[in-house]
């Protein structure tokens, strides 16, 4: 299971960082992913890391403003926010890809607790 933090109330260019702490002793052998999800809106694919962090991959409406990276000696993977916009506003929430399409929710398990980011504009 993974728990989130970190999120809170932001200004817009604003940054926040985000953690996902994962239980297990196998998660450096896992691909993990952050989604969101805005009230009354779908899970958002946001990014996704490969087992040693080398590969990551962004959706459009964030690239170049967020990063992702991971410290398996931790269990931890982190989503670094930059430039925080008002319809970055939702739940973010981390999860393990089981395999399959690494933008779709469905093809990953294990989420936990989200944590809410609001930006004020």
């Known amino acids: 299971v993974q728990q989130a933090s970190g999120g809170g109330l932001v200004q817009a260019g604003g940054s926040l960082r985000l953690s996902c702490a994962a239980s297990?002793?196998?998660?450096?052998?896992?691909?993990m992913g952050w989604f969101r999800q805005a009230p009354g809106k779908d899970r958002d694919f946001v990014t996704h890391?490969?087992?040693?962090?080398?590969?990551?991959y962004y959706a459009d409406s964030v690239k170049g403003r967020f990063t992702v990276s991971r410290d398996n000696a931790k269990n931890t993977v982190y989503l670094q926010m930059n430039s925080l916009k008002p319809e970055d506003t939702a739940v973010y929430y981390c999860?393990?890809?089981?395999?399959?399409?690494?933008?779709?929710?469905?093809?990953?398990?294990?989420w936990g607790q989200g944590t809410q980011v609001t930006v004020s504009s």
């Open positions: 297990g002793r196998a998660f450096s052998s896992y691909r």
């Open positions: 890391i490969t087992w040693t962090g080398g590969s990551t």
């Open positions: 999860a393990v890809f089981l395999g399959g399409d690494y933008r779709v929710a469905r093809d990953y398990r294990y």
